[in-house]
């Protein structure tokens, strides 16, 4: 049976991978074994390039996050460590002995002890699904015990990348008991258009720039979309229409009327008529001929080439 990873647990897998630490780094500390927490000092310790037979002493899953992070410190501090000895299971020496001697004939001494009544782990749900942008309150899905004390809860997160995750709630008097809560983000909302003007001015049979208009185009999960944003002209109903489309298939439509400016017609310039005088030449090209002007004076008009 495969063991899906939580998400703060591939929260780290994805730390390791930003900060640099090899495939070969990463595979050691993706052990479901480890919780977060114990991965977090293991990643640390890697970023620190700690001796590696330092971190073979760390690389347990039964040694506590908190004694990981003992171990960096006292190796930052040049201290030696040869290994780190597993914690005597006291509780379980003890209950060990009890079941011996109730075996041997100490039924009277295990009838008269208290048992304490086991406390159950149960979760309200096995399934939640959350909008991107809304709060994972873990404490909200716990049904038994109804004090919360007794549980270690997973860590709250703000929803934002869809996806499915898991959610660890672990009993503290119990380590072995678990109880898990699937987690699935979604992203429902639609991105914003936010548009530069009210109306839309073009020339009478002209095309708007239908792209000059756009403000913004903004979506919570893929955030800008402002390029991803596509406008058609609609000269029949004079007006243009925005669309937007996120990843999720989550779609927006804005619409902007638009007004026709009719072409302005030129003042039209009236021609000045030149005005005759007596002294205008009224005769104009070749002139020749001849006459009498009176008697005795003759004229001959010639045309000078």
């Not at 804005?254 to 007596?278: D, G, I, R, W």
Request: contains cysteine; charged residues 25%; aromatic residues 6%.
């Amino acid at each position: 049976m495969k063991h899906e990873l939580t998400f703060l647990q591939k929260q780290q897998l994805e730390l390791a991978r930003l900060h640099g630490l090899e495939d070969e780094q990463i595979e050691q500390i993706s052990d479901y074994h480890y919780n977060y927490r114990q991965m977090e000092q293991l990643r640390l310790a890697m970023e620190e390039d700690m001796d590696p037979h330092i971190l073979a002493v760390m690389m347990h899953p039964w040694i506590h996050a908190r004694d990981m992070e003992d171990i960096r410190y006292r190796a930052s501090a040049g201290q030696p460590i040869d290994k780190y000895h597993r914690p005597v299971p006291w509780r379980r020496i003890v209950l060990g002995l009890v079941c011996l001697l109730a075996a041997g004939g100490g039924s009277l001494l295990i009838h008269g002890m208290k048992r304490e009544k086991p406390v159950p782990l149960e979760l309200r749900v096995q399934e939640v699904t959350l909008a991107a942008g809304q709060s994972f309150r873990p404490e909200d899905y716990v049904r038994q015990p109804q004090d919360l004390s007794e549980v270690q809860l997973p860590e709250g997160f703000q929803a934002e990348e869809p996806g499915s995750y898991l959610a660890e709630y672990i009993l503290n008097k119990d380590p072995d008991v678990h109880a898990y809560l699937h987690i699935r983000v979604v992203d429902e909302a639609a991105p914003q258009i936010t548009l530069k003007a009210e109306t839309a001015s073009v020339a009478a049979g002209g095309q708007p720039d239908c792209l000059m208009y756009l403000q913004e185009v903004s979506d919570n999960v893929d955030g800008d979309l402002l390029q991803q944003t596509a406008c058609t002209y609609d000269e029949e109903r004079q007006e243009i229409v925005f669309t937007a489309k996120d990843r999720a298939g989550n779609t927006a439509e804005a619409v902007l009327p638009v007004s026709t400016e009719e072409p302005q017609e030129q003042p039209v310039m009236a021609e000045e008529n030149p005005v005759s005088t007596p002294g205008s030449i009224l005769h104009s090209g070749p002139l020749s001929g001849s006459g009498t002007i009176a008697e005795g004076y003759d004229y001959v008009v010639e045309q000078v080439q």
